[in-house]
């Protein structure tokens, strides 16, 4: 008996499996030590780097980008909250209870139970699925009181634009990464822009923030708001009036500027054809231009107001000095040059006649007397061959040739405003001189930069560029534009009822393959209001307007001047001039 137990012994432990065994233990804590020895010591740095990654926690905080309002501090840009719910596939579980509470939170964010329960099974290897965007905190609370595990949301922001179209080129927008891409947004994102936080801390093997370790805690600093001269009522009677423009000419673009000639701020600016910026990707890339300073054209008899106020400047002629301007020929420096041909016949006339009824051969001879370097400089000095440094993006500088550059033919055609391209602005503000005593004023779209309290960080107050002119000549060239605007002027569409009006028509033929185009025209008025105590000046500018004829300046532009005009003077409170007269009157007649 004892000889057979101690044969079952023997066989149970064998010496030979238990060497084995202890072999295979030796091994395993050999290359356990190995393993360790290799992690801890011959790559410590990494193993220390990828712990700290795995462990160590870095949120950043999203800071709110700043409004842009408008005068009257109207939203025209802002940014609203959202939480972006989503699932979390590999920890989500699809038990009865989590079930219950699944279909609700799905009826709370308006998706189908069945739709959220397959996104997630789809994908059950990825640690976050979008759900929904959620705008009410409320609805997120309660999504999160019900605590199932694998939902969660992330905050940040959405940029809105509550104007929609009707201040898109203007205030511009960010895209969906929040770069700023062009207008306000893109001039001023400095200032929008605000400043990101951030938190770090550390987190346990679960994931789950241990705020005792929390190393770093910086709250975001939110941008700040900018204020804009647009006034918005303004705004959407300029886009109305485009509208009209649009559906009775159908133009290949057409723009409206109104701004105060005293400030240079622009009060209102549109162009068409336009884009909605809460939408811009389903546009053309065309229709995010802003054709009010990234467009030029040839700015026809607009341009002769350069001419004339510079030869009266100049005191070379008088308003009554007369020209015949029936010539088909002058001689210039030894040279006979052949003058441009008018739209229609005309005689001899006044420098005065000459503004009023546009006659092309009258301003070049009023050119010729200026003489090259004296007409290049004026223009110069009105503001055509530059940008006007209104900031924003894609302004273009316009042409205008230096003197050695030009041909035989360029002081013949440049005073009737030919051999020159100008933006729709350029010549808007070469206006606001003749409205503002003679001086260039910097245009501006921007008043102040203030913080969420309201308090005015940044002022941008007028600007006073330069003095193109002499007072008593700016005065004088808007006492003879206001003829232009009468009944026997080229803009009698124009005039406004109870207001002397002072402006300038212009028709352009277009460049097509090279050549003057008989078909293809700019049409354009640019002028103030009261001519007198002027308090608005209105640019408008059609490109290539399709009717029956000629699209004149006087027929196409002047008549939506005149509606602007009309609703900006009602809106505004602007007294006629019979009632300005009677109160300066009765006030002289009180001191008296």
Avoid at 523 to 539: D, E, H, K, N
Wanted: proline content about 5%.
């Amino acid at each position: 008996m004892k000889k057979r137990r101690r044969s079952n012994a023997s066989t149970f432990i064998s010496a030979g499996r238990l060497s084995l065994f202890a072999a295979a233990i030796i091994c395993v804590f050999c290359a356990i030590l190995g393993r360790l020895y290799y992690l801890h010591v011959v790559r410590s740095d990494v193993s220390i780097a990828e712990t700290d990654k795995a462990r160590n926690r870095f949120d950043t905080i999203p800071a709110r980008r700043g409004n842009i309002t408008d005068v009257h501090r109207n939203l025209l840009a802002t940014s609203r909250p959202v939480t972006v719910l989503g699932a979390d596939p590999s920890t989500l579980k699809f038990t009865p209870e989590n079930e219950k509470k699944l279909s609700l939170i799905a009826a709370l964010i308006d998706l189908p139970y069945s739709e959220l329960r397959k996104k997630c099974l789809e994908n059950p290897d990825r640690q976050w699925v979008k759900l929904a965007e959620i705008y009410d905190d409320a609805t997120y609370s309660k999504i999160m009181s019900y605590k199932v595990k694998g939902i969660y949301g992330n905050r940040k922001y959405e940029r809105v634009y509550p104007s929609g179209e009707l201040m898109s080129h203007v205030v511009g927008f960010v895209n969906k990464e929040f770069d700023a891409v062009m207008g306000i947004e893109r001039q001023f994102d400095f200032y929008l822009r605000g400043q990101d936080g951030f938190i770090k801390t550390e987190r346990d093997g679960r994931r789950r923030e241990l705020v005792q370790f929390r190393s770093k805690d910086v709250p975001p600093t939110d941008g700040m708001n900018v204020e804009l001269s647009i006034d918005l009522v303004l705004q959407e009677i300029v886009q109305s009036e485009l509208r009209k423009i649009n559906d009775k000419y159908n133009p290949d673009f057409a723009t409206i500027i109104v701004s105060e000639p005293s400030t240079g701020y622009i009060l209102a600016m549109a162009s068409t054809p336009g884009f909605d910026p809460n939408n811009f990707s389903k546009y053309p890339q065309g229709n995010l231009r802003n054709r009010a300073i990234s467009d030029q054209y040839e700015p026809g008899s607009t341009f002769k107001i350069v001419p004339i106020s510079a030869a009266l400047n100049e005191s070379l002629v008088g308003p009554e000095d007369r020209f015949d301007c029936d010539l088909d020929t002058v001689t210039y420096k030894g040279r006979t040059l052949r003058l441009p041909r008018e739209a229609h016949k005309m005689e001899t006339l006044s420098v005065r006649e000459i503004a009023k009824k546009s006659s092309n051969k009258g301003s070049v001879q009023l050119g010729l007397m200026l003489g090259e370097r004296k007409l290049h400089d004026y223009a110069e000095l009105f503001g055509f061959g530059q940008k006007t440094k209104i900031g924003l993006e894609g302004e273009i500088g316009g042409t205008l040739h230096e003197v050695k550059n030009w041909d035989g033919l360029t002081i013949t055609r440049l005073p009737m405003g030919h051999a020159v391209a100008a933006t729709p602005l350029q010549v808007h503000c070469a206006m606001s001189v003749i409205a503002n005593q003679g001086i260039y004023m910097q245009p501006q779209l921007v008043r102040k930069i203030y913080d969420n309290n309201g308090q005015t960080i940044m002022n941008y107050p007028p600007r006073g560029v330069r003095k193109v002119i002499n007072p008593k000549i700016a005065n004088l060239m808007s006492e003879m534009l206001t003829e232009v605007v009468s009944q026997t002027g080229t803009a009698s569409r124009a005039q406004l009822k109870g207001f002397a009006v002072a402006g300038k028509t212009g028709t352009s033929q277009k460049i097509v393959d090279g050549k003057y185009s008989n078909r293809k025209h700019v049409a354009s008025f640019t002028g103030f209001f009261p001519a007198q105590r002027p308090r608005l000046v209105i640019t408008v500018v059609v490109d290539s307007p399709n009717l029956n004829g000629i699209g004149y300046g006087g027929i196409v532009a002047a008549p939506s001047f005149k509606s602007v005009a009309e609703q900006a003077a009602n809106y505004l409170g602007i007294q006629s001039d019979e009632e300005f007269e009677k109160k300066v009157a009765w006030k002289g007649f009180s001191q008296w």
